[in-house]
């Protein structure tokens, strides 16, 4: 039985999963590196709100959270990856061999020394009824043979 799974370079749901692995890595590294920025910044400078403190810890979770599934995400398209090198493939049956595989049978040109013959007009079969009806209509025919075949108007 061949198999009919696409390759996994085509596999559109696995480079999906990779891609959006890749943005969720970047999208959460973004979020967690400008919130703990923006919070050691003003925390240093002694200008902390809590905005910027309690509700840039939760954003800085946020980010985090985004990373671990993006990184996830990654491995298990890894694992996709090493897993479907090992699944065995059907081998190909060949039908029939190509057509540029076969041997080429080279015929000798030959000279037609003879003329070729008229072939002979087939001579017609007639049965015993067969040529007795013949004979009949033969005599039941006419004697004049320029009968019209189409009314006169």
Avoid: C
Wanted: no cysteine.
């Amino acid at each position: 039985m061949p198999n009919t799974a696409p390759r996994l370079s085509r596999s559109i749901p696995f480079w999906v999963l990779v891609g959006g692995s890749v943005v969720a890595i970047g999208a959460g590294t973004y979020l967690l590196v400008d919130k703990l920025s923006t919070m050691a910044a003003t925390l240093t400078d002694g200008t902390a709100t809590g905005v910027e403190v309690y509700a840039g810890q939760i954003w800085a979770v946020l980010g985090a959270i985004l990373i671990g599934a993006g990184l996830i995400g990654l491995a298990l398209a890894l694992t996709v990856g090493a897993v479907r090198t090992l699944v065995p493939t059907a081998p190909v049956e060949v039908v029939e061999p190509p057509a540029w595989e076969d041997e080429v049978v080279v015929a000798e040109a030959t000279t037609v020394e003879s003329a070729v013959a008229e072939p002979e007009a087939p001579t017609p079969v007639m049965t015993d009824t067969a040529a007795a009806d013949a004979a009949a209509r033969d005599a039941e025919a006419p004697a004049s043979a320029t009968t019209p075949e189409t009314p006169a108007r």
